[in-house]
């Protein structure tokens, strides 16, 4: 009698799961034309936000812009995705923009921002 049940609850579970994969009719997906997010970091201003809009599936223009703890700080560039129909991309980047800031709080109150290229790369 429990193997019976066994071979019941495994039937049973076995039905339920190919219920589970019926197909569906989804209309093909078609790739973002950019993204806009807010964060923390160089490319986002320092706490800020940023705009990415994709020129082609592989290249995209940004612009970030946000408080850096000495004032405004913005970043302009170019990123690029080497393989965007994979599951993991490798991801360049090449901005103009904040790359460091200097504050100092005392009876002077220095504060200072600077700016140049910076380039980057991950996954």
């Known amino acids: 009698m429990k193997n019976v049940k066994i071979l019941f609850t495994a039937i049973v579970l076995s039905s339920v799961q190919a219920f589970g994969q019926s197909a569906t009719d989804a209309p093909p997906e078609t ?3 950019g993204d806009f997010g807010f964060g923390i970091g160089v490319d986002y ?5 940023r705009v990415n809009v994709q020129a082609t599936p592989v290249l995209g223009i940004m612009f970030g812009g946000g408080y850096n703890l000495a004032g405004f700080g913005y ?10 129909d994979k599951r993991v991309v490798p991801v360049l980047l090449a901005m103009y923009g904040y790359n460091a800031v200097i504050r100092v709080t005392d009876s002077l109150d220095v504060r200072e921002i600077y700016y140049g290229p910076s380039f980057g790369a991950g996954v």
């Open 75 to 84: 970043n302009v560039g170019l990123n690029a995705r080497l393989s965007p």
């Open 45 to 49: 201003g320092g706490f800020g936000g």
């Open 31 to 33: 790739p973002a034309k």
